[in-house]
């Protein structure tokens, strides 16, 4: 009867084992094939040199790392870190607000103003890209209505700014939901017990409001800075030819250099990048 | 002191007050006193200023409040949630509202000790709110609320978030600190019992009105309208008629013996309401009293209640007895009290 009613918990467990794995396979199979396992070949190209028509050719080479700190590589790296820091601030500045008075608005009136934040995503992206284009072009919207006024034409496309502009454009929803939900949560009573305790709306904000949403904030700009950091789709086609960032020199190196070993020393640097952001961001907002 | 004239406010088609007056005294410990919904949350907000009403005049020591922000009024507000600032230490919390003031860092951080000192929690001034119990946020409320020395403290359910045995040692706490900081304090409670042992006056509301405004022994003793009578205390209540003199007569029972607060006309519609602990249980042969059979027997340690069905009479009559009940179930009795243990009031409805 003793060991009969001691062995009887044992197959449960491993049942349990087995059901949760049945059930966490598909995820697994998928974060292996298609994330790990790229990754890690991604990863092994950067010490090997690269074939002459493309491909890698497996001998080691610590080539790859020396050419990456040559000041014209580190240089679009940091002009990627500029314009995506620049961008990131810009939505911070314009969806902080934003989102405090969407969380304001009676709980109807919100839902409404979330639709339209998130609206834009209902539509291609290259075709709302597109769509700057026709305004900011030579001809395009824009110029032909300050030619009205008597004014331009300006040259609006083709600058680190109409790069900003579109990633803002693209990305600033990015900012507001984290901003929103974290701000939304605040126990309005704080608020109000602030305000009881003698400060003005102003102090109340400096200190309660803005210290209780940072976790919020970290989260916005994370959000915005990481697809802005490794964007190559909006340089190219807001950009230019004149201003590359690490994610457009990452896909020419990979498509019309055929320099695998390199482009993948590249995105090795990219990545290094967000992990040490996401490492800052988790602590923090620890410690907010 | 504070001054409430002819206060009405209402929400869309609910009316949460309506025409409200009331005059707390300096230095009074005064209760808001109703089920929820009845209105005094809301009067409450009107006097810290996160509410405005639509019509009548609130003032402090004869100057008008109304017309001041809420950060400019000399009042503090104790938050039923506590409202804590949760990324601020104990000390941060307290210190709040003297920041705010602008005072020499060296006088904020000696209050702030006097006033943890007061509550009892000086040990704990650096930790966070979420890192204590109930009754210490509790207590660190109170002392945010109270280390600015407003002139009149408000709170809202102060001890509603606490359980049964720390709540007894809070009310006793709460009546210490105001006797020693000689602050008006009003709180806003649905405990009656809570206001019984704390207030010094009550005033009950019901529907957005004030329906009694009394000292607690007169408030229990002598309701003077039928809500009072219902809502406080447990009440045996009987309906009928004035006569003009100490009877009701109510038509299952004849004339019933008590005493009218007010000069009743006769034949108006009146509720008598006499306590559980002023009836007495009567041999079923007494000459005097309402035969009925003992239904239920409760022993609460120092007393009993004792439920009599009293036929046409819709709930059984409550009796409190000293100690163990003598009677049991099932027992014939009779139950009978004394004119002045009973008041008979008007019943307007």
Known sequence: ?288 | MLKIDGVSRSFGSVTALDDVSLQIEQGEFFALLGPSGCGKTTLLRIIAGFETPDSGRVSLDGEDLLSKAPNRRPISLMFQSYALFPHMTVAKNVAYGLERERLPRQEIKQRVGEVLETVGLSAHAGRKPAQLSGGQRQRVALARSIVKRPRLLLLDEPLSALDKKVRADMQLELKRLQHEVGITFVVVTHDQEEAMSLADRIAVFDTGQVRQVDAPVTLYERPSTPFVADFVGANNLFRGLATGLDALRSEDFGMLAGTPLEELAADTPALLAVRPERIELADENAVRGMAGTVVDVSFYGGVSHVSVDVPGHPKPVLAAVQGAGTVKPGAEVKVRWNAEDAVIMADPQ
């Open chain 1, 1 to 288: 009867m003793k060991s009969e009613a001691k062995a009887r918990p044992a197959p449960r467990v491993r049942g349990r084992r087995l059901g949760a794995f049945v059930f966490l396979s598909p995820g697994l199979t998928y974060l292996v094939v298609l994330l790990l396992v790229p990754l890690g070949l991604v990863l092994s190209y950067t010490v090997f040199q690269r074939g002459r028509f493309g491909g890698v050719v497996y001998e080691f080479t610590t080539e790859n790392f020396t050419r990456l700190i040559d000041p014209l590589y580190l240089g679009v790296v940091g002009n990627s870190l500029r314009i995506a820091a620049l961008t990131t601030l810009i939505a911070l500045l314009i969806g902080y607000p934003t989102a405090y008075l969407i969380a304001q608005l009676p709980s109807r009136w919100k839902t409404l103003a979330l639709v339209a934040v998130v609206l834009p995503f209902w539509t291609n992206f290259i075709i709302r890209v597109y769509a700057w284009i026709m305004l900011l072009s030579g001809p395009g919207l824009v110029n032909s209505a300050l030619g009205k006024l008597g004014l331009g034409p300006y040259e609006l496309l083709y600058h680190e700014g109409t790069i900003v502009t579109g990633l803002l454009y693209s990305y600033l929803p990015l900012m507001v939901l984290p901003l929103y939900s974290a701000i939304e949560r605040l126990d309005p009573q704080l608020r109000e017990a602030s305000a009881n305790l003698g400060a003005s709306a102003f102090t109340t904000f400096r200190k309660v409001t803005l210290p209780l949403s940072v976790p919020g904030v970290l989260t916005g700009c994370l959000f915005v800075f990481v697809p802005s950091f490794g964007n190559f789709v909006i340089p190219e086609m807001l950009g230019g030819s004149k201003s590359t960032m690490v994610g457009n020199l990452i896909r020419d190196q990979f498509l019309k250099a055929r320099d695998w070993p390199f482009g993948s020393t590249l995105a090795l640097a990219l990545i290094a990048v967000l992990v040490a952001l996401l490492i800052v961001q988790a602590w923090a907002a620890r410690r907010a």
